[in-house]
C-alpha cells in the first residue's frame, strides 16, 4: 500500500538538505559571513544579511528546546497523536522535527535525542528524532 502522507517536493534551495539525508546525515546553512547556522533553508541570513550559506554537516545529536504533540489529523497519513519538536544541536543549531521511538507523552523539554531516518519508499530517507 502506498503511504498516503506528502512527500516533501526538494527545490534549488533544499537540495543540498535531502541530499545530505540521502547519504544518512544531517547537514544544515551555515552562513559563510556571520558563520550562525540557519534552519529552515533561507536564500538569505536571517541575523547579518548573508546570501551564502552553504549546507555544514552536523552532528545529528541535540535536546530538545520545546515542543508540542499533535492530537488532529491535519494532513492524510498523519495518525495522532505524534509529537514535533524544535530540536537544540550543540553546535548552536535549532533545528524542526518529529519525534519518534516513544510515546508522545514521553517527550519532554531537555531530553537528549539524535537523528535517525527511515526510507520513505519514491523518496528516499526522511529525518526523525528519537531519545537516546
Not at 61 to 83: E, I, K, N, Q, S
Not at 94 to 108: K, L
Amino acid at each position: 500500500m502506498d503511504d498516503p502522507r506528502p512527500a516533501p517536493t526538494p527545490s534549488a534551495l533544499t537540495a543540498p538538505y535531502w541530499a545530505a539525508c540521502a547519504r544518512g546525515g544531517l547537514a544544515i546553512q551555515r552562513c559563510a559571513a556571520c558563520a550562525r547556522f540557519v534552519h529552515l533553508p533561507r536564500p538569505a541570513c536571517p541575523y547579518c544579511g548573508g546570501d551564502e550559506l552553504p549546507f555544514t554537516p552536523v552532528r545529528g545529536d541535540g535536546v530538545v528546546h520545546t515542543f508540542t504533540v499533535v492530537h488532529r489529523a491535519f494532513l492524510p497519513g498523519f495518525a495522532p497523536p505524534y509529537a514535533l519538536a524544535w530540536i537544540d544541536l550543540p553546535e548552536g543549531a535549532r533545528v524542526f522535527g518529529d519525534v519518534t521511538g516513544c510515546p508522545p507523552a514521553a517527550v519532554r523539554i531537555g531530553m537528549p535525542v539524535r537523528v535517525h531516518f527511515t526510507d520513505r519508499p519514491g523518496f528516499g530517507p526522511m529525518p526523525h528524532w528519537r531519545p537516546l
